[in-house]
Structure formats: structure tokens, C-alpha cells
């Protein structure tokens, strides 16, 4: 599997694994991935939107398996909105990609034991230079001088998802600040496909920011409270 079939989810999950320790860094990975996983399918074609909800079209099928699984989960449910399908039961989609990942041989599950006693899997980046380089494509995209309107949708989707989610490998606290207007411009691009794409991006944009708002709340809270 070439980078250039990784689907925006898988290519998102990824650059959550700090290539440095191989291990997992992302703290808001299934949220961002499920975000990823709706806009590809939108523009793919595979999702409408209906009153505000996504909706499936007949028949659409990826051939990919973490997409179809969330095209399939969609269409057997009762609507909800954009907003909710970004943080309603994301780690489907989340192992789903991980799992893809895994056989692709991109990540590898190790097996461990939680306090010595409960068996559990910790996974652990096997191709660090590969995802290394894609961080570097990334972070060329933000910091570039290339016109938003010459770069491809994905490319923009991807850096807009990874300042909303908080992906520190790509979009660093500092740059969500000084390069604000970058990542409008990035976020109008990945939208620039038709008028219903941009209403879901930024519907999707403000529920993924919104969820990974809530999540570090919760999280503070938590701390607080201990």
C-alpha cells in the first residue's frame, strides 16, 4: 500500500505516531479519524447531505474496508447529524484504520499485559521514516508558498483536520495562531468542490473542534478531581 492509496483517515492516523518513539501521540485520534473518514466519503461522492444529516448513496462502495464500515453504519441508523457522527462510537473507525494499518505492515501489534495480569495490544510504528516524510509533506503544505487554490483538496483536508483536531505533529500551537489565515484559506480549498462539500467541511471542522474541546474538559476535570 504506496502512501498514495492511504486513504485521509489512514494518512491521519499515522502522523499521530511520533516518528522519533514509534509510539502513539495523538490524544484525540479516533475523533480526528472519523472526521477524516466523513470528508474523504464526501468527496468521493459517497455521502449527501439530507436535512442537514449524512446520507449514503445507493449502492457506493470504496473497496475500502474502514470506509464502507462507516458508509454501512450510516445507512443503517437513524439520522443524525454531521456533528454527531463525528463523536458517535469513533474508535469503529478508528480500528478499523488501525487494523488496516497493521496488515499493511505500517504498524505492528504487540502483545502486553495490563498490571501483569489483563492481556492487552500496544502498537507501534514500523515505517518511521515513511510517516516522518509525510509529517514533512504536511507541514509543507501550511508553511508553503503555494497558492490554497493549487493544492489538492486532500492535501488541504488534511492540514485543516489536523489544526481542528489538535495534531501537534503537523500544526503546532504556535502555527494554529500565526498561521490562522493559512488554514482558512486551506479549509476553503478542501470545501471548493460544490457547496454541499463546503457546508459538511465546516460543519465536520467545528464538531471535530468542538469534540476534542470537550474531550481536554473532560480530561481537566478528571485531574482536578484526583
Avoid at 502512501?3 to 485521509?8: K, M, Q, R
Wanted: proline share 5%; charged share 20%.
Amino acid at each position: 500500500m504506496p502512501n498514495g492509496s492511504l486513504s485521509l483517515a489512514a494518512s491521519l492516523y499515522l502522523l499521530s505516531y511520533d516518528p522519533e518513539t514509534g509510539m502513539p501521540t495523538g490524544a484525540h485520534t479516533a475523533l480526528l479519524v472519523r472526521a477524516a473518514a466523513l470528508t474523504e466519503l464526501v468527496q468521493r461522492g459517497m455521502l449527501t447531505d439530507t436535512d442537514g444529516s449524512p446520507c449514503p448513496v445507493a449502492d457506493a462502495a470504496t473497496g475500502d474496508r474502514a470506509l464502507d464500515g462507516l458508509l454501512e453504519l450510516i445507512g443503517e441508523s437513524r439520522p443524525r447529524s454531521w456533528h454527531i457522527w463525528v463523536g458517535h462510537q469513533p474508535r469503529l473507525t478508528e480500528h478499523a484504520v488501525r487494523d488496516q494499518m497493521v496488515a499493511a505492515g505500517y504498524v505492528r501489534a504487540k502483545g502486553r499485559r495490563v498490571l501483569g495480569l489483563f492481556p492487552a495490544k500496544e502498537y507501534t510504528l514500523e515505517r518511521p521514516d515513511q510517516v516522518a516524510g509525510m509529517r514533512d509533506d504536511a507541514v509543507r503544505v501550511l508553511h508553503g508558498e503555494q497558492p490554497a487554490a493549487e493544492v489538492s483538496e486532500r492535501d488541504a483536508a488534511l492540514v485543516t483536520l489536523a489544526a481542528a483536531g489538535e495534531l501537534r505533529a503537523v500544526v503546532t500551537a504556535t502555527d494554529a495562531k500565526v498561521r490562522k489565515h493559512r488554514i482558512l484559506e486551506l479549509g476553503e480549498r478542501c470545501g471548493g468542490m460544490g457547496p454541499v462539500l463546503e457546508k459538511v467541511i465546516a460543519q465536520v471542522r467545528t464538531a471535530l473542534a468542538a469534540a476534542v474541546a470537550t474531550a481536554m474538559l473532560a480530561a481537566t476535570t478528571t485531574a482536578t478531581a484526583t
